[in-house]
Antibody, heavy 122, light 106 residues
Framework: QVQLQESGPGRVKTSQTLSLTCTVS??????????WSWVRQYPGKGLEWIGY???????SYNPSLKGRVAISLDTSKNHFSLDLSSVTAADTAVYYC??????????????WGQGALVTVSS | SYELTQPPSVSVSPGQTASITCSGD??????ASWYQQRPGQSPVLVIY???KRPSGIPERFSGSNSGNAATLTISGTQAVDGADYYC?????????FGGGTKLTVL
C-alpha cells in the first residue's frame, strides 16, 4: 500500500521560505511513470496544483507561482521536498503531497498524503 | 487562463442518482478526473481518464466527458457518499481543479 506523509513547520513568517518534506512508503520515488507532486488547499477549500518532479530530474511548476517554488527528490531517503520562497498570508493553506500519474494528456493524482496546515504570519 | 466550473452544491435522496457537472471550454477534448473529499480528510481519486474507476471505488461511481462538460454520476447514492467533489483537468502547462461541489444526501 502506497503511503505519503508530510512533515514540516506549521507556521512560517512572512517573506521567509516554506519548506515541507513528504516521506513515501510502499513505492520508490525512483520509479518510471510516477511523478511526485504538491497540491495545496486554501481555507475556502479551493485546490491548487503547485508542481511535480520526476526521477529523471524533469520538473513542472504552476506558472502562477512565478519562480518561487522548487521541488526536490532525495532517492536515498525516498522522500521529496517543497520549498516556497517569499511567502505571504495568501500562501496559508493545507499542503498535500501526492503521487501523480501522467499518460499522454491524462494527468491525475492516485495517492495523497494526509495534508499539513501551514500558516503564514508576521 | 482555463477554468473549470462546478455547482456549489447538489442534493440527492438516498438510493437516487446524483449528477455533478464540471464545465470548461472544450473540456471534452481533455481528460477529466474526479476526487471525493470527506470532511477533515484528503482527496480520494474516484474517476480518472473520464470514465475509469480506480481499484476499490464502488461501481456506483461513473463518469463521462464530451463537449464542454464532464459529469460524475453516483447511482444508488448512499449516505456515505456525502462529501465534496472536485473535477480536475490539464491545460497546456497547468493542472486545473474545479471549485468543488458539496453533495448532500438528504
Amino acid at each position: 500500500q502506497v503511503q505519503l506523509q508530510e512533515s514540516g513547520p506549521g507556521r512560517v513568517k512572512t517573506s521567509q521560505t516554506l519548506s515541507l518534506t513528504c516521506t513515501v512508503s510502499g513505492a520508490s520515488i525512483n520509479s518510471y511513470g510516477f511523478y511526485w507532486s504538491w497540491v495545496r488547499q486554501y481555507p475556502g477549500k479551493g485546490l491548487e496544483w503547485i508542481g511535480y518532479k520526476y526521477y529523471t530530474g524533469s520538473t513542472s511548476y504552476n506558472p502562477s507561482l512565478k519562480g518561487r517554488v522548487a521541488i526536490s527528490l532525495d532517492t536515498s531517503k525516498n522522500h521529496f521536498s517543497l520549498d516556497l520562497s517569499s511567502v505571504t498570508a495568501a500562501d496559508t493553506a493545507v499542503y498535500y503531497c501526492a503521487r501523480e500519474r501522467i499518460s499522454s494528456s491524462s494527468y491525475y493524482f492516485d495517492y495523497w498524503g494526509q495534508g499539513a496546515l501551514v500558516t503564514v504570519s508576521s | 487562463s482555463y477554468e473549470l466550473t462546478q455547482p456549489p452544491s447538489v442534493s440527492v435522496s438516498p438510493g437516487q442518482t446524483a449528477s455533478i457537472t464540471c464545465s470548461g471550454d472544450k473540456l471534452g477534448d481533455k481528460y477529466a478526473s474526479w476526487y471525493q473529499q470527506r470532511p477533515g480528510q484528503s482527496p480520494v481519486l474516484v474517476i480518472y481518464q473520464d470514465t475509469k474507476r480506480p481499484s476499490g471505488i464502488p461501481e456506483r461511481f461513473s463518469g463521462s466527458n464530451s463537449g464542454n462538460a464532464a459529469t460524475l454520476t453516483i447511482s444508488g447514492t448512499q449516505a456515505v457518499d456525502g462529501a465534496d467533489y472536485y473535477c480536475q483537468a490539464w491545460d497546456s502547462t497547468t493542472i486545473i481543479f474545479g471549485g468543488g461541489t458539496k453533495l448532500t444526501v438528504l
